[in-house]
Each structure stands twice: as structure tokens, then as C-alpha cells.
């Protein structure tokens, strides 16, 4: 598998995400800088976390309209996978390749901690090597992770099973507790409608190895290589 | 000419930020606020002297980048 990962003004996980990729491919992804227009093909392209362009205006909005990401769209709709990851998200949204947007969490805190997802579903790129209802522990650390879509938006993601990962509770309970942001239907992360592209604002790539405290996010790269490769 | 252009939450999104800042004036001696919602502002410079087209071109640029329309409002006002 041939990745290739997206670098921003202002990203600060692509290294962690190209180490993740590296654990399970043994090979370096390719690193494209934001003004890059036309980089080498890749099996998958991953858009990384961190604060691109100082989260001006709104958070992924700048970076939604660089070249990189008019490059991005193409492909994806070509059927190249993309993954983004929390600031990654919020740029994937704010390009359109995800429906929704991500706000200001509703208690206005920056939250840095472990969280449990529930796996909706494991017929996906993304999720192949999980099993649903299964619970993962995986880290998260952003400002604005607070998923919001409107009804009719929302209805179609439930219906079409368009729903990735969602915050629980430690024993798989889906309700306030678990839910570390105010998403509404605790969701932590969504596909496009083909399972393509997959937004989620949990870091699997800081759980790849016991070391970081857990290793529930390394399943989610294996599953990518095995679907990939 | 200048372009004033304001951006609002649409009714119904949540806005916890508008809802802290209106708690603080609360706590602060104004009991008399209420609901509380905040926006942004922003001002530009537009090179164009025809207004109908000068707000086309607004219009534009608040879809594609100035306003995320699946939660924003967004209105445009021409100065001189």
C-alpha cells in the first residue's frame, strides 16, 4: 500500500500517522506539501491533524481550498480512498467529501484524553479488521470535534449505515457519558456514500504500539493494507 | 467599494460560545441579557464600482469559503 499523507501550514500529526502507516506497510508514506497540485499516485491519501493555517476563519476552511486539496477531490472521486483525521476531518468536511461540519465542543473546553468508540460497522476500508459493536480505545485532542449535520443530512448517514465510530462508554453503552464533545448521535466518525472516505476526530495512529498507552487504533491501518495491498 | 460582510450561526445551532459570553455579562451585573448569539464580521476591499456585481461576486465568495452554509447565515452589506 502506497500512502500518501497531506502536510499543512500548521499540521503536527502527519508525523505520527506516517509512523503508524510505516508500523504496518514497513515503507515511508509520501509526504505532500499543501501547494502541490499533482503528487504521486497513492493507494490511500490520509489529511492529517493538527491546526492547519492556524484554524483561520473556521477550522479546515483554508486548507479546504488549497491546490492539494482541488487534487485530493479529484482522485476521490475516482474512488482513491482518503482518510482524515480530526483537523484531517474538518478539512475532508469542509471540502465537501463528508456531509456536516465539526464545531466548537459544547463545553467550549479543548478535551486531551482517551475515549471508547463503538465500531458501527466493519464493511469498510477503514474498519474491515474490527468487529461491530466492538469498543476501542483511542485518544483525542482537538477543540472542535462537535459533529453536527441537519436532520434530513443526519437521517441519511443512520440509514445508510454512513456512521464509522461513536463515542460510549467503557462497556459499549452509546449516551452522554462516553460522548466527549456534544457530536450529536455521539458520532466520532463518518464515511462518504461509497465508504471511500472516512472522517474520524479520535488519533488511531497515537495507538499503534503499548507504548502509547494502547494499541486499538493499529487494526484500523492493518485493515487499510490488507483492503489495499 | 468596502463590503461589509456578517456571518450568524442559523437558528436552531447550538452556540455555546454566544451562551458563555452571555452567562459572563449575567454574572458581570447585566441581568437583563438573554440568549446570546455571536457572528463574525468581516470587511473587505472590492476593486468594482457596479454594485449588482460587486454583491454577485460577494455572494460567491461567501458559499465557497467566507460562510459554511451548512450552519451559517451570511449577509452582505456595500459601503460607498
Known amino acids: 500500500m502506497k500512502a ?20 504496518v506497510t514497513g515503507r515511508r508514506p509520501a509526504m505532500v506539501w499543501h501547494g502541490d497540485g499533482d503528487f504521486e499516485k497513492a493507494d490511500l491519501i490520509v489529511v492529517p491533524g493538527g ?25 476521490a472521486a475516482q474512488g482513491v480512498p482518503v482518510l482524515g483525521i480530526c483537523n484531517g476531518f474538518q478539512i475532508v468536511a469542509e471540502a465537501g467529501l463528508l456531509p456536516g461540519v465539526l464545531m466548537r465542543n459544547a463545553h467550549l473546553k479543548f478535551v486531551c484524553a482517551d475515549v471508547h468508540l463503538k465500531v458501527e460497522t466493519s464493511q469498510s476500508l477503514f474498519t474491515n479488521r474490527y468487529q ?7 485518544p483525542v485532542a482537538h477543540a472542535e470535534g462537535n459533529y453536527f449535520a441537519d436532520a434530513e443530512t443526519l437521517r441519511r448517514l443512520e440509514d445508510r449505515g454512513q456512521i464509522a465510530f461513536r463515542y460510549c462508554a467503557p462497556d459499549g ?12 448521535n455521539n458520532i ?29 487504533g493499529k487494526a484500523l ?9 | 467599494m468596502k463590503a461589509r460582510v456578517h456571518v450568524t450561526l442559523k437558528n436552531g445551532v447550538l452556540d455555546p460560545q454566544g451562551k458563555a459570553i452571555g452567562h459572563s455579562l449575567n454574572r458581570l451585573g447585566f ?11 468581516i470587511e473587505l476591499e472590492i476593486a468594482e464600482t457596479d454594485k449588482a456585481k460587486a454583491k454577485a461576486r460577494l455572494d460567491e465568495m461567501c458559499r ?17
Do not use: W
Not at chain 1, 499543512?8 to 510505516?22: C, H, K
Not at chain 1, 461491530?132 to 483511542?138: D, L
Not at chain 1, 491501518?221 to 495491498?229: C, D, I, P
Not at chain 2, 441581568?31 to 464580521?41: I, S, T
Open chain 2, 31 to 41: 441581568p437583563e441579557v438573554g440568549d446570546v448569539r455571536q457572528g463574525k464580521f
Open chain 2, 64 to 80: 465557497k469559503l467566507l460562510a459554511n452554509t451548512v450552519i451559517e447565515n451570511y449577509s452582505i452589506e456595500l459601503v460607498g
Open chain 1, 4 to 23: 500518501a499523507v497531506l502536510v499543512f501550514p500548521g499540521s503536527n500529526r502527519e508525523g505520527d500517522v506516517a509512523q503508524a502507516i510505516e508500523l
Open chain 1, 132 to 138: 461491530v459493536g466492538q469498543v476501542i480505545k483511542v
Open chain 1, 51 to 75: 491546526f492547519s493555517y492556524g484554524d483561520y476563519l473556521r477550522c479546515g476552511a483554508m486548507a479546504a481550498q488549497s491546490p492539494v486539496m482541488a487534487e485530493v477531490k479529484r482522485r
Open chain 1, 173 to 184: 453503552t452509546v449516551d452522554g457519558t462516553g460522548n466527549p464533545n456534544g457530536s450529536i
Open chain 1, 188 to 216: 466520532a466518525g463518518i464515511f462518504n456514500e461509497t465508504k471511500t472516505v472516512m472522517g474520524l476526530m479520535p488519533h488511531p495512529e497515537n495507538a499503534t504500539e503499548p507504548m502509547f498507552g494502547g494499541t486499538d
Open chain 1, 221 to 229: 491501518f492493518e485493515g487499510l493494507v490488507e483492503a489495499l495491498s
